[in-house]
C-alpha cells in the first residue's frame, strides 16, 4: 500500500468522528443560544479553558489519564463484543483498594510501594470486572445489565467500607487516610495537579495495542468479537475469552482510579455520585473506534471539554452539562454509523458499477 | 410484639412494596412492548428521568398533577420516537443510542432545571397525584391497610399488567408485535410493515416507561431530583428479562425488586443494625442473581436489538 491510499485511509476513518464532533458542536451552539448566552464566548472559554496556559493545560491532563484508561478498558472489551458499562465501579473500586494499600504501609521505598499501590487497584478493578464477564459467559446473563448494577454496588459496597472499616480516624466524617508519600505520583505542570499517571496511561495505550494486535490473545478476544460462532468452531474457548477480556478491561479501569488516587486525591472520599471517567469512556472508545489511536484522540477531546467546561461555566456562565448534552450527540451519531456507510457504498456501487455489498456495523 | 403490631408491619411492607414497584412495573412493561417488537430498550432509564421532570414540569405549570402526568407521559413517548428512528431508521446500534439517550437525559434535565428554576439539583415541590381511599376496600381488615389506601397511579401500574397481556397474546395487533420480534423477515411475507410495528413497540415503551418516570416526580415524591430514577430503568430491564419478557413474569419480578427496596426502611423499624449501605445493595443485587436465571432460562425474542435489513 503506497503512502497515498493510506493517508486516504486514515483520512476516512477520521472523518466519521470529525462529523459527530462537528454535529455536536452545532447543537451545543443552539442550546446555549436559547439559554441565551453566547455560544462564540462560551466556545472560546471552553477552548481556552483547557489549553490557554500550561497550567491549564496541565488540568487538562488530569481530565485525560483517566479517560485513556477507561476508553481503553471500554474499547478493549467492544473488541471481544461486550459492552462493558461497569468501568465506573471498576475505577471506584480501584480507587478505594489504592487508598487502603497506599494508606497501610509506612517506610516503603518509592519503587515498590508506587507500583504496589497500582496493583491494588488494578486487582480489584479486574475482580469487579470479571465478575459480569463470568456471569454473561457461565450464566448468560446480560453484561450490561449486571456491569450497570457492579457499579450500584461499588457505590454502596465502598460507602460501607470508608464510613466502616477504613474510616480514619473513627468518628471523623467518612474519608480514608492520606496515603503515604512513598505512594503518591510526581506532579509537573505546578500549579496544576498535573501528574506522571499520564505517561503510565500513554503506556498503556501502546501496551493494549500490541496485546490486542501482536499476541495470540489478543487476536483470540478480536476473533470472539468478530464472531463468537466462527471463532467457537475454530476451536478458540470463547468463555475463557469473555472473561479474559473483562478482567483487563477491569483492570485497565482500576488502574484509573488507583492513579487518582495516587496523582490527585490522596485519599477515598464517600462517594455520593459516580466519578464519571467510566460513563465518558463510553464516549471515547465509540468515538475512537475502539482503537488505542483513535481513544487517544477521544481522551484528550473530552478531556479537554471537561476540563474546559469549568472556565465556560464560571465566567460564560454556560452550565458544564452542556458537556454532557454534547457527548450524547456525539454517541448518537457514532452509533447511527449506518446512514454515512450506505451513502460511501452506493458511492462506490455508482463509481465502480459493481454490486458491492452493504456494509453493516456490527462491531458493538 | 403483639400481633396487631406485626400485621401493622405487614400491611406497610406490602403498601410499600407495591409503591416502590410501580415505577418498575411501567417501565418494565415497556421494555416488554419494546423487545417484543425486536428493539432493545436500554434508555428505558432515560426515558423515565426527562419523563419525571417534565411530569413535575407540567404540574408545575398548571397546578394540576393529572396534566403533569400527560405531559411527561407524552415526553417519554417523544423521547422513545428518537430512539426507534435511530434504530429503525438509521440502523443504528440499539445500547449505543439507549447509551446516549441515557446521557442526554441526566445532562439535558439538569440543564433544564437550571433554565426552568435557577436551581442544582433539585426542583421546588409541585402539586402531587394525591392517595386514593378507595371505598369498601381500605375497610377490610389487614387488606385494607395494605391496599386500600394508594396511588392512583399504583392501581394504574396493576391494571395495566393486566391489559398488556391481554393486548400481547390476545389481540391481533399484539401478535404481530410477537412475530416481528422473533422473526421479522415471515412477518413481513404475510404483509406486515416491520417499521410500522416496531415504532408502535418502542414509542409505547416511551408512554409507560413515561408514566414509570412520572410516577417518581409526583407520586412518591413531590418534586424532581438530579438523576433520581437512581437505575431503575436498569432494573426494570432486568426485571423484564427475568420475568421472561412476559407482562405477568416482569411484575413479579418488579415485585420482588420494589420488596427488597421497601426491606431497606422496615430493618431500622424492626431494631435490627444492618449498615445502610448493605441495605441500597440489595435491590441491585436482587437484579444480578435475578438475571442469572434463578427462575429458569429467559430467552429474548429471536430478532431483539438486530436492526432489519430486508425491504420496508
Not at chain 1, 443552539?30 to 462560551?42: M, R, S
Not at chain 1, 510501594?113 to 479486574?126: D, K, Q, R
Not at chain 1, 492520606?178 to 505512594?183: F, L, P, R, T, W
Not at chain 2, 405531559?71 to 438509521?90: K, M, P, Y
Request: aromatic share 12%; net charge positive; proline share 4%.
Amino acid at each position: 500500500m503506497n503512502i497515498g491510499t493510506k493517508l486516504k485511509e486514515y483520512g476516512s476513518k477520521l472523518l466519521f468522528p470529525a462529523i459527530a464532533l462537528f454535529c455536536a458542536l452545532i447543537a451545543g451552539f443552539f442550546i446555549i443560544g436559547w439559554f441565551g448566552g453566547d455560544p462564540f464566548k462560551a466556545y472560546h472559554h471552553l477552548f481556552f479553558g483547557a489549553f490557554g496556559t500550561p497550567t491549564k493545560f496541565g488540568e487538562t491532563l488530569v481530565y485525560v489519564s483517566p479517560l485513556i484508561l477507561t476508553g481503553l478498558g471500554i474499547g478493549l472489551a467492544f473488541r471481544c463484543g461486550l459492552f462493558n458499562i461497569g468501568v465506573e465501579g471498576q475505577f471506584i473500586l480501584g480507587m478505594i483498594a489504592a487508598a487502603w494499600i497506599g494508606s497501610s504501609f509506612t517506610g516503603l521505598p518509592a519503587w515498590i510501594h508506587i507500583p504496589l499501590t497500582m496493583l491494588a487497584g488494578i486487582l480489584a478493578g479486574s475482580i469487579w470486572g470479571a465478575i459480569p464477564g463470568f456471569l454473561k459467559a457461565r450464566f448468560g446473563a446480560h453484561e450490561v445489565i449486571s456491569s450497570i448494577m457492579m457499579n450500584y454496588m461499588a457505590l454502596h459496597f465502598t460507602g460501607y467500607l470508608v464510613n466502616y472499616v477504613l474510616i480514619e480516624p473513627p468518628g471523623s466524617r467518612p474519608v480514608t487516610r492520606m496515603i503515604s508519600d512513598s505512594a503518591k505520583l510526581a506532579r509537573f505542570l505546578p500549579p496544576s495537579r498535573a501528574h506522571l499517571g499520564i505517561l503510565i496511561a500513554l503506556a498503556c495505550l501502546v501496551l493494549v495495542y500490541l496485546f490486542l494486535w501482536k499476541t495470540k490473545w489478543g487476536f483470540e478476544i478480536r476473533a470472539v468479537g468478530l464472531n463468537s460462532e466462527a471463532a467457537r468452531y475454530a476451536g478458540i474457548n470463547v468463555t475463557h475469552n469473555m472473561v479474559l477480556a473483562m478482567a483487563v478491561s477491569g483492570a485497565l479501569a482500576g488502574l484509573a482510579g488507583a492513579l487518582q488516587i495516587q496523582g490527585i486525591q490522596y485519599r477515598f472520599n464517600d462517594l455520593f455520585g459516580f466519578p464519571g471517567y467510566g460513563l465518558d469512556g463510553i464516549a471515547v472508545a465509540l468515538l475512537g473506534n475502539n482503537h488505542p489511536a483513535g481513544i487517544l484522540f477521544g481522551a484528550l477531546l473530552f478531556g479537554a471539554m471537561n476540563s474546559g467546561a469549568l472556565e465556560m461555566q464560571s465566567v460564560a456562565g454556560i452550565s458544564k452539562h452542556l458537556i454532557g448534552i454534547m457527548q450524547a450527540v456525539i454517541i448518537f451519531f457514532v452509533g447511527a454509523d449506518y446512514l454515512i456507510k450506505k451513502i460511501r457504498a452506493q458511492r462506490a456501487v455508482r463509481s465502480e458499477s459493481l454490486p458491492a455489498a452493504t456494509p453493516v456495523s456490527k462491531e458493538v | 410484639m403483639d400481633w396487631g403490631f406485626i400485621m401493622g408491619i405487614g400491611a406497610f411492607v406490602i403498601a410499600s412494596t407495591l409503591r416502590a414497584a410501580t415505577p418498575l412495573i411501567f417501565a418494565a412493561l415497556g421494555g416488554v412492548f419494546s423487545e417484543r417488537s425486536g428493539v432493545f430498550n436500554i434508555g428505558l432509564e432515560g426515558i423515565m428521568l426527562f419523563s419525571a421532570f417534565f411530569g413535575m414540569y407540567g404540574s408545575y405549570l398548571t397546578n394540576n398533577p393529572w396534566l403533569g402526568v400527560l405531559l411527561g407521559t407524552l415526553v417519554g413517548g417523544l423521547v422513545a420516537a428518537v430512539h426507534a428512528f435511530l434504530s429503525i431508521e438509521l440502523r443504528a446500534n440499539q445500547t449505543v443510542s439507549g447509551v446516549a439517550l441515557n446521557l442526554m437525559a441526566v445532562a439535558g434535565t439538569n440543564m433544564l432545571l437550571v433554565k426552568f428554576f435557577h436551581s442544582v439539583g433539585q426542583s421546588p415541590s409541585v402539586a402531587k397525584v394525591a392517595d386514593w381511599q378507595v371505598p369498601l376496600l381500605k375497610d377490610i381488615p389487614f387488606l385494607g391497610d395494605a391496599i386500600g389506601n394508594l396511588n392512583p397511579l399504583v392501581y394504574l401500574a396493576l391494571a395495566m399488567v393486566a391489559l398488556s397481556s391481554f393486548f400481547l397474546f390476545g389481540t391481533t395487533t399484539g401478535l404481530r408485535i410477537r412475530s416481528v420480534g422473533e422473526n421479522p423477515e415471515a412477518a413481513a411475507t404475510v404483509g406486515i410493515s416491520i417499521r410500522k410495528i416496531r415504532y408502535l413497540g418502542v414509542i409505547a415503551s416511551g408512554l409507560l416507561g413515561g408514566l414509570g418516570g412520572v410516577f417518581l416526580s409526583l407520586g412518591s415524591m413531590d418534586l424532581f431530583k438530579e438523576n433520581m430514577t437512581a437505575g431503575r430503568g436498569f432494573i426494570a430491564l432486568a426485571a423484564m428479562i427475568s420475568g421472561k419478557y412476559n407482562p405477568v413474569g416482569a411484575f413479579f419480578a418488579c415485585l420482588l425488586f420494589g420488596f427488597a427496596e421497601a426491606l431497606e426502611g422496615q430493618f431500622q423499624l424492626l431494631g435490627m443494625n444492618v449498615p445502610t449501605q448493605f441495605l441500597h445493595m440489595l435491590p441491585y443485587a436482587c437484579t444480578i442473581i435475578l438475571i442469572l436465571g434463578v427462575v429458569g432460562k429467559s430467552v429474548p425474542p429471536a430478532a431483539d436489538g438486530i436492526p432489519y435489513e430486508g425491504r420496508k
